[in-house]
């Protein structure tokens, strides 16, 4: 019936079959094997009962079995004909026919099929041509089984301008359609088969997904982050580029919002560009560095509250990352001498950096200096000591009331560290304690009270 010349039987034929299918599972082959495919295949691209027909093949090719039979591999073909023919008007068989491919791509046999790079061509033309968000949908995870078992299929995608096509899909007002997008991408470039086709342009796109998903929803688009770091992973020599350069702000804020796979993404992602930075121009590393050091306070806070598997990353930035260092001498608690009034002031010292110091309070044994100085770091001072030599001025010179020696690597993963810390000095005899109440914050900015 299905062969027929007259519309009105074909179309009772197509009903009867359609409500059979759907009440029969054992009835898909059985249509197959009596030739409904080929029919099917037949009434669509002679442009009769377009929907009905399209309904149908969708229905059969959906069924994992139906799959499996040599006459589906030789469905791709008219299929993408279909798509690609101008006269082919009818939008719910195009959409049932792209469902089609879909479906037949789930097969990877079918997906490595010869013809699948006309049906990569087809889907890559239903997405350039104004499509429904709901046939955006179609197409596009349709071409992501196509790509994900074929490089053959990658390229095809490529050569037929499916790049450019899938980036603008990624500023899609349709935050789906967007994530699926950035799923295509990275399944494109999952390895060097498109090396040439890697781009600025790419990772720039990608960023402006990651920042329109932001602002527009509050939502950290995590796999947009995934395709990032897909990227970054299999194509180093983007890592210099100025895209990633402008793309490091956005890692940090997902950093800031996402939940525990995002940042597990911007950490991989960050780490990546990290080990590049001994091989940049300093300029660039340089650069890449002061940006990523906004994220200091939030990797100190990951330390504190996220998963042990993301504490190894974490030390890692923060070790590498530039900063301030800022000692806030606050107050001395019971710095009286043997003789003479108290007019206590301490010096600080790191390194060979150049030594700070308070003012002096006169007549005072509880002095409140309430002080704070800050140096600044290109990597934090690994396994440098922080000295603060406390004196007390007098008319004759200046006595040596006690010193504190604090190393200073715990602050940088802890972001604060502070305290009473006893002043040292053999000369305190009367055995009471000496101590002056300090603060040391690592981060990413000067302090407000430093000086």
């Given at each position: ?16 079959l ?5 009440s ?6 059985q ?7 080929d ?12 929907e ?10 959906n ?8 006459v ?5 073909a008219p ?12 939008q ?6 792209a469902l089609?491919?879909g479906d037949l791509?789930q ?10 790079v ?6 890559i033309s239903l ?15 349709a ?47 999952s ?6 086709y890697?781009s600025?342009e790419?990772?720039?796109s ?7 998903e ?19 992973t ?15 702000p ?5 950093l800031?919002s996402?939940?525990e796979a ?5 950490l ?8 590049s930075?001994s091989?940049?121009?300093?300029d ?7 940006i ?33 260092l ?5 107050r ?12 206590a ?7 060979n950096?150049?030594?700070r110091?308070?003012?002096?309070v ?5 002095p ?5 100085f800050?140096?600044?770091f290109?990597?934090?001072p ?5 000295h603060?030599l406390?004196k ?5 010179g ?7 020696t604090?190393?200073?690597?715990k ?11 006893s ?8 055995g ?7 603060e040391?914050?690592w981060?990413?900015?000067i302090?407000?009270?430093?000086m």
């Amino acid at each position: 019936m299905l062969h027929s010349t007259l519309e009105s039987t074909i179309t009772v034929a197509l009903n009867a079959l359609t409500v059979h299918e759907r009440s029969d599972a054992s009835s898909a082959e059985q249509m197959t094997e009596a030739g409904a495919i080929d029919a099917l295949l037949d009434l669509l691209r002679s442009h009769q009962c377009e929907e009905a027909s399209g309904r149908l093949l969708e229905a059969l090719f959906n069924n994992v079995r139906v799959r499996e039979m040599k006459v589906s591999k030789y469905a791709i073909a008219p299929l993408s004909q279909y798509l690609l023919d101008p006269q082919t008007r009818s939008q719910p068989g195009r959409l049932l026919a792209a469902l089609a491919l879909g479906d037949l791509s789930q097969h990877e046999g079918l997906a490595r099929a010869s013809d699948s790079v006309s049906a990569c061509r087809a889907l890559i033309s239903l997405l350039e041509d104004q499509p429904t968000e709901e046939m955006k949908m179609v197409a596009i995870c349709a071409l992501q089984n196509f790509v994900m078992h074929s490089r053959t299929n990658r390229r095809a995608v490529a050569e037929a301008g499916g790049i450019l096509v899938v980036q603008e899909l990624l500023l899609s007002p349709n935050s789906e359609v967007a994530g699926q997008a950035a799923l295509l991408i990275k399944f494109l470039f999952s390895n060097h088969t498109l090396q040439e086709y890697v781009s600025n342009e790419l990772i720039r796109s990608l960023t402006a997904a990651l920042e329109k998903e932001l602002w527009s929803t509050a939502i950290i688009n995590e796999e947009v982050l995934r395709t990032i770091n897909v990227i970054f992973t299999n194509f180093p020599k983007l890592h210099i580029s100025e895209a990633a350069t402008l793309c490091i702000p956005h890692l940090v804020g997902a950093l800031k919002s996402g939940g525990e796979a995002a940042q597990e993404s911007v950490l991989d992602t960050l780490c990546l560009l990290k080990h590049s930075w001994s091989t940049m121009p300093i300029d660039v590393a340089k650069s890449q560095a002061m940006i990523a050091a906004e994220a200091i306070p939030i990797l100190q806070m990951l330390m504190k509250t996220c998963p042990p598997s993301f504490h190894e990353r974490a030390d890692s930035l923060l070790h590498c990352l530039p900063g301030c260092l800022t000692v806030t001498i606050k107050r001395g608690n019971n710095l009286k001498q043997a003789m003479g009034s108290t007019n206590a002031f301490c010096r600080l010292t790191i390194g060979n950096c150049p030594p700070r110091q308070t003012k002096v309070v006169s007549h005072n044994t509880s002095p409140e200096w309430k002080e704070g100085f800050t140096w600044a770091f290109d990597v934090p001072p690994k396994g440098q000591k922080l000295h603060i030599l406390c004196k007390s001025k007098n008319t004759f010179g200046k006595t040596t009331l006690g010193r504190v020696t604090i190393q200073i690597d715990k602050v940088v993963t802890e972001g604060v560290y502070s305290g009473l810390f006893s002043l040292n000095h053999d000369s305190n005899k009367d055995g009471s304690s000496r101590t002056l109440e300090i603060e040391i914050i690592w981060s990413n900015r000067i302090s407000n009270e430093s000086m």
